[in-house]
């Protein structure tokens, strides 16, 4: 089962804003309901911006020891930039968007990860080639 956070946002987390708080509890909900999920005997992943260590620690503590991977896909701020299909980035850029990770609001950059993929420095088939190895 794949949780998206776009899918999430307009669905479940409707009610929710973009402040750290907000960001918080979307996180959590996203956890309760994977690990819904994983008690069914499903595989989840979840996508999702999770900036802040505190949030992704608590999603982790849901779930039984090896049973939660987390993969940070690692790219920087000008790569971001780069890739960004919606312009969000420019549009965080010049203010019209408050509390966007990376420009007004701060990412916590993981500090123990199961997963680190370095997007900028490998292709799409590399990066998945590298997970699916560190899964098995």
Not at 2 to 10: A, E, K, P, Q, S
Not at 93 to 116: A, C, H, M, Q, W
């Amino acid at each position: 089962m794949l949780l998206d956070g776009d899918n999430i946002r307009h669905g479940l987390c409707k009610d929710l804003g973009m402040g750290e708080e907000d960001r918080g509890e979307n996180i959590r909900r996203v956890g309760e309901v994977a690990r819904l999920f994983a008690e069914a005997g499903i595989v989840v992943i979840t996508a999702f911006i999770s900036p802040f260590r505190a949030d992704r620690e608590a999603a982790r503590e849901l779930f039984g020891k090896g049973d939660f991977i987390e993969v940070h896909v690692d790219a920087p701020l000008d790569v971001c930039e780069q890739r960004d299909p919606k312009g969000l980035y420019q549009k965080a850029r010049e203010g019209k968007i408050k509390d966007f990770t990376g420009i007004s609001s701060p990412y916590e950059v993981p500090l123990t990860p199961e997963v680190n993929l370095k997007s900028a420095e490998y292709t799409q088939q590399e990066l998945v080639a590298k997970l699916v190895k560190s899964c098995l």
